[in-house]
């Protein structure tokens, strides 16, 4: 039972135009919610956050909306540019209640390509 | 520069033999953690360290052991290598209690 899933494994946009990544959830003890973006061959690199008392974080072309009410977050890129092509991950973070390390609980990816 | 070492990139194995995946990071990070990736699944945790000295299980440590000696390092060991174990390991290291975490290249693993 996957407790965060990604629905589309794959999204195809133009440069220039909008990327709209989803991602949702089901555990209620999630506090804190992550992107990561990955290249083949390297490991996930962190791109942008948002906690929970939170429900928008911007960082230059990319942005994270979170509704707690829906269990769902999305990740937008404007404008969407040939480098964005990637896998990108999301990841949501409880504490592990034997002490203060957290774990994170991936989704499934969604492979994004950028068109030219 | 700093960062995360992972130690071998790629290895093809026997199954039933001995193997352990070194991590090595120089970033002074107390917490560190292993996850295996597996095509559809996304990452899942195996082990996690909050910090030296002390390991704890994640979601799918059967078949793993790790230990933690000291802050840089976090080696993982399969003792006994079976084909499910198949996949592509990635040690990560985050500030005790926080995020992001960061992590290294990976590791491929094939076992045959």
């Known amino acids: 039972d996957q407790q965060v899933k990604q629905n589309s494994p794959s999204l195809s946009v133009q440069e220039g135009r909008i990327s709209i990544l989803n991602c949702d959830y089901t555990n209620s003890m999630f506090d804190y919610f992550l992107w990561y973006k990955k290249y083949p061959a390297e490991g996930p690199t962190f791109l942008i956050s948002i906690s929970s008392i939170k429900d928008k974080n911007e960082d230059g072309r990319f942005t994270v909306f979170l509704n707690k009410s829906a269990k769902h977050l999305s990740l937008h890129i404007v404008p969407s540019q040939p480098g964005d092509s990637a896998v990108y991950f999301c990841?949501?973070?409880?504490?592990?209640?034997?002490?203060?390390?957290?774990?994170?609980?991936f989704g499934s990816g969604t492979q994004l390509t950028v068109l030219p | 520069i700093a960062g995360i070492t992972q130690a071998p990139t790629s290895q093809i194995l026997a199954a039933g033999r001995r193997m352990t995946l070194r991590c090595t990071q120089d970033m002074r990070h107390n917490a560190m953690y292993w996850y295996r990736q597996d095509l559809g699944l996304g990452l899942r945790l195996i082990h996690y360290s909050n910090t030296a000295g002390t390991t704890g299980k994640g979601e799918v440590p059967d078949g793993y052991s790790v230990s933690r000696a000291n802050t840089d390092d976090f080696p993982l060991t399969l003792a006994s290598a079976v084909p499910s174990q198949t996949s592509v390991y990635f040690c990560?290291?985050?500030?005790?209690?926080?995020?992001?975490?960061?992590f290294g290249d990976g590791t491929r693993l094939s076992i045959l």
């Open positions: 990560a290291t985050a500030v005790a209690g926080g995020q992001p975490q960061h």
């Open positions: 990841a949501a973070s409880a504490l592990i209640s034997s002490g203060s390390a957290r774990q994170l609980t």
